[in-house]
């Protein structure tokens, strides 16, 4: 495995080429530019925002602006996680077709470069983040070193799915209809819209879901500055680490038979 992961380093120029290809090619002749990396994130929040008020009526509460700075917060991580898996999942059978079949050189460069590229959209967000949340009044403060941590866990995660769906699309044609049925559903399984507070004690167990304690740990030490649970965050690490290893393993056991299946 060692011996791969060398591999992997030295084509490491070759995944920056592949990121900035697919970045020109998703902003390539588009009116809006670089505002289609907030728009799904704002169609979140204000998806988000809707099912806020019509639980604050019916619990007799009223929306706070924390409530508001939290959806904006666990918006981002979503749209990078559905946009990775979406973007990975295409990333052999579609998009580089003629790449696999004919070129050598170690093939998770695709979906990882698929990530890659979907960062780039989480970071030109951040910077709409950063003012909104400005203009929210929230303050710096020591919880936020919990962010890169929190950051590389679901860049594991997302990079281990990613290599899961591509291979996985490439020997059956439906996978890819499957993850777009978890990725429209699995909000409503995922403390985007809502806090694992708001569940109740039940709402626990929404937290077994990877991404949950991420989006969780986000939403605390950003829009509520206060600590993240840690017994969750290392749950979410150890997840992320599994996810990884494995979407890696599986990924390099299958790809010698790529080019037959393509």
Known sequence: MCERLKELYKYRELLYMIAYRDIRVRYKQSIMGFLWAILMPILIVMSGIVVRIAY???????????????????SLPWAFFVSSTRFGCNSLAMSNRELVTKVYFPKEIF????????????????????VFLAVEQIKLNLNLLWVPVLLLTLIAISCG?????????????????????FLTFGIFFT??????????????????NPLAPVLEGLSLCIARQTTPDLIWVGYSMACAIA????GYLLFKHL???FAESI
């Open 56 to 74: 604050a009526r019916a619990a007799h509460t009223s929306l706070e602006p924390a409530d508001i700075a939290s959806l904006a917060v666990k």
């Open 111 to 130: 979906p990882l470069g698929a990530v890659a590229a979907s960062f780039f959209d989480l970071a030109v967000a951040t910077i709409a983040l950063v």
């Open 161 to 181: 799915v990613s290599m899961l769906v591509a291979a996985g699309s490439l020997f059956f044609r439906d996978v890819k209809y499957i993850v777009e049925v």
């Open 191 to 208: 403390p985007v819209f809502y806090s694992i507070q708001m569940v109740g004690s039940r709402g626990k167990w929404l937290l077994l």
């Open 243 to 246: 996810v990884l290893t494995a």
């Open 255 to 257: 790809e010698p038979a």
